[in-house]
């Protein structure tokens, strides 16, 4: 008897939790909160940085938990997405419930170090939740899917949108860096002929990459890192 209001409470719990969406991009919207082009040049920038890092970033919108707490339903997406490559671990998370007033960032095992829950929280609390409570959901997820990205590079190190005396963002050295041995491989490509064929190469797969439909995780794996808060 005992077994069998165990499975009927199991049940009973199944049924109350929000059911997982599927995953049809790195843009799920299904609290329509943003704009069709919005969502295509969200999904251009993220599939761009996917390109260059194999990072995994991945936004979901709901209307409303159903009851449930935000962190609870976001580890079960990210197990059911398995968001990130299997060998790297290396999948984010944001997951927005404007009913709820809840956002969340979860973060794969292998981005724990980069994207601190501390780096999380001060997204959420800095680039996020002031957003959303002006009312503008976009300048929300944009701004904190783009401070994501920099974290998992060591680059948020000052709020999203900070910029030096004369205007213009401020390059870190890591990115002056970047810059530079990026530069110097272009120079160097360029000056073969066997380089200008693999130059010509890569710009072929980036395109039809980027053409191709459809969009699924890679199998990574996630431990509860990031954080949650709310506007």
């Known amino acids: 008897m005992l077994a069998g209001l165990a499975l009927l409470s199991g049940a009973a719990i199944a049924l109350a939790q929000a059911a997982v969406p599927a995953l049809q991009g790195r843009i799920n919207d299904y609290a329509g909160l943003l704009e069709a082009g919005q969502r295509e040049q969200l999904e251009q920038t993220l599939a761009a940085f996917e390109r260059d890092t194999t990072t995994q970033i991945v936004l979901l919108t ?82 904190g899917l783009n401070a994501i990205m920099r974290a998992t590079r060591g680059e948020f190190a000052t709020p999203t949108g900070a910029v030096g005396p004369g205007g213009v963002k401020e390059l870190t050295c890591r990115q002056m860096l970047s810059l530079l041995a990026g530069l110097i491989v272009l120079i160097l490509l360029l000056s073969t002929r066997t380089g200008r064929f693999l130059l010509f190469a890569m710009m072929l797969s980036g395109r039809s990459s980027g053409s191709r439909g459809g969009f699924s995780g890679g199998g990574g794996g996630f431990g509860g890192g990031g954080a949650s808060g709310s506007w």
Request: hydrophobic fraction near 40%; charge should be negative; avoid cysteine.
């Open 62 to 143: 709901v209307p409303s938990l159903e009851g449930e707490d935000i962190e609870g339903f976001s580890m079960r997406v990210a197990e059911a997405w398995k968001i990130g490559q299997k060998s790297k671990n290396n999948g984010v998370l944001l997951i927005v419930a404007p009913n709820d007033h809840r956002v969340r960032i979860e973060v794969g095992y292998g981005l724990e170090g980069p994207l601190t829950d501390a780096q999380s929280a001060r997204i959420v609390r800095e680039v996020i939740t002031p957003a959303f409570r002006d009312g503008n959901y976009y300048a929300g997820i944009a701004g």
